[in-house]
């Protein structure tokens, strides 16, 4: 048997330099069996296997071991695969920079060789085998077809877009990014450094008219937007209704179905090069006529010419709704063509002339709130979506509501700003690693938490400024506003390594100190920009220039007085202003998570146990932090396995199991959603834009989820629910969840 070395060579295979090398980059990995890896790798290769190749094999068979006997076996893939991608690829950032020659701007080659001795490749090591699979599969830049990068040149590449010459914050960013503190959103991590530095995760557009003109001009703007990898949310509430009559060709109008028919043939055609398709997510208020037909269209059953599945629909509901609803009254169906100003009119403006129309016989059909809710739940049931967005409290709780009304929110529930024909909001993400913030002793380090989302801020803010804007429409709003979105990844991970339950007081407690230390950080170094560059264009007439911050607006004071000091930051901010009009936004963190090793965004884990689907293959993957428990314990068997995966990644009841470790790890079906509610209600203070709340149901009944909606909408949170989680436990956990690779951050 022969390998074929990178040089060309042929060479015998040798079941010793397997296994030397194996050992190599398994010595400090207990649990790990490096003559069993051996003896799999060389009993299955075939003769004339390349070492590149040798090394892919090879890590497909740690990886799979990883859940049969140790998470350190795909600990061991990832060093596998590292180590050969280093052999494959330029050993400095400068050798790189030439080789993807005009694929990068001159900045980043000039600045190359002056980085060079600030980069670290052990670092990565630190990744984990689907972390690094995910960043072959997207990030790392290539030249025809082969990858060039290695991870720590991603890394300086985003560092240097962002600071250009600034050496010490591209040092410190560098290091942030690249030991796992915080990571920029996807568009960033594609673009940086490159000819169009389109690093802008967010786009929310209003339709510009209800006309020819204003609906394919709104489509070339998405379109522009989608092909620069942003992920696109948008407010259709104004255009007419079906059969409503068109005064320009005395015709009537066919409603919104078909128009929404074109966006969605737009979403899949403009598909960022091939990387993925466009993602757009359409908001609809519900006293619009056509929202019964808005309800049918991603659904799986019915006539093609009706359905458009591959949009992703919101509901934008006002509280009349719901308090209808609650009541069981009729509600009305509207046109905005012939009931005019219901789309920017909020709270007790909203129920006046909603209510008027109503007298007026404006009203084009009438049923009972409880039956069109009945086609929100199942469409929800059948799809996990409408969101559910609740106008009012986005519109009340928000520190742009002086610039005029919010209409929508974005493609992932998390972004809330207001958006105009003129002006088409936009929203630089980046989110931090909760997890990393866990000291052995298992306390948390608010310090330093507090200093990594400065950082942040201080990062997003400049990218602002870096931006390349897809249409002049963006960069005015987003110059204008200057928002930001600082988001979380690995809570779950956090919950895990400290020892608690998602249902305690502790972890209630910490949880919301966590949140309150970041709003601080990320106001007080706005503030201190604002000190030193100027508020926000938008700034004055805002809730925050007249001294009320996030919580305020929900009649709210901050608990931890100790040592945050809020009257200074209120006072700082009343005399400076803001940099960032809005600051906070927790958005889901598929593949960014993925890349750093942690659970997505503030979600508990969905299972202990679970496929992970990647270009390699299907692996079996457990959850590390429950092994790790175990271990001590020594009860992680085959046997422990076995029941686990009987249980469908489930340890509760399982025997030998202690109570408290089966109640730390509940997964998101076990847990009560009253639990995920309270625990949004209680950081709501603290994020200024929203939250990309799932709920989880693995049976799901009218009642009780209608039951769960209404407590969310009475617990005053923005964003009711994202998505509709109803799949059984069972079921595989996904890779990524379609829509938020957009927004991932």
Known sequence: MYVVTRSGNREEVSFDRVL????????DLPFVNATQVAQKVCSQIEDGITTTKLDEFSAEICASLQARNHPNYGILAARILIDSHHKNTPSTFAECCTILGDRLRPEISAAAETVQSMIDYSRDFMFDYFGFRTLEKGYLLRKDGIIIERPQHMWMRVAIEIHRDNLEAIRDTYNAMSQGYFIHATPTLFNAGTAHPQLSSCFLLKMKEDSIRGIYETLGDCAQISKWAGGIGLSIHNIRARNSRIHGTNGTSTGIVPMLKVYNDTAKYVNQGGKRNG????????????????????LNTGAEEDRARDLFYALWIPDLFMQ???????????????????????????????????RQGKARKTLPAQKLWQMILDAQIQTGTPYLLYKDACNRKSNQQHLGTITSSNLCAEIVEYTSPKETAVCNLGSVALSRF?????????DTLRRVTSTLAKNLNIVIDRNYNPTPECFTSNSKNRPIGIGVQGLADVFAKMRLSWTSDEARSLHREIFENMYYAAISTSAELAAAEGANSGHAGSPASQGKLQYHLWNERPTKTDYLDWALLESLVVKYGLRNSL??????????????????????????????HVLAGDFIVVNKHLVHDLSELGIWTPDMRTQIMVNNGSIQGIEGIPAEVQERYKTAWEIPQKTLINLSRDRAPFVCQSQSLNLFVSDPTYSRISSMHMYA??????TGCYYLRTKAVAAAQKFTIEPCTMCSA
């Open 20 to 27: 030397a090398r194996i050992k190599a980059l398994s010595n």
């Open 279 to 298: 993602s757009f997510a359409v908001y609809l208020e519900p006293w619009h006529l056509d929202i019964e037909d808005f309800l049918r269209l991603r």
């Open 324 to 358: 209808r609803l609650e009541a069981n009254l009729d509600w009305s169906l509207m046109c905005p063509s012939e009931c005019p100003g219901l789309v920017d009119a909020v709270g007790s403006s909203f129920v006046e002339l909603y209510e008027t129309y109503e």
């Open 438 to 446: 866990v000291r052995e002793d298992r306390s948390f380090d608010f």
């Open 583 to 612: 600051s906070i936004a927790l958005m889901p963190t598929a593949s960014t998570s993925q890349i750093l090793g942690n659970n997505e965004c503030f979600e508990p884990f969905t299972s202990n146990l679970y496929v992970r």
């Open 713 to 718: 909408w009475k617990q005053g949170l923005k």
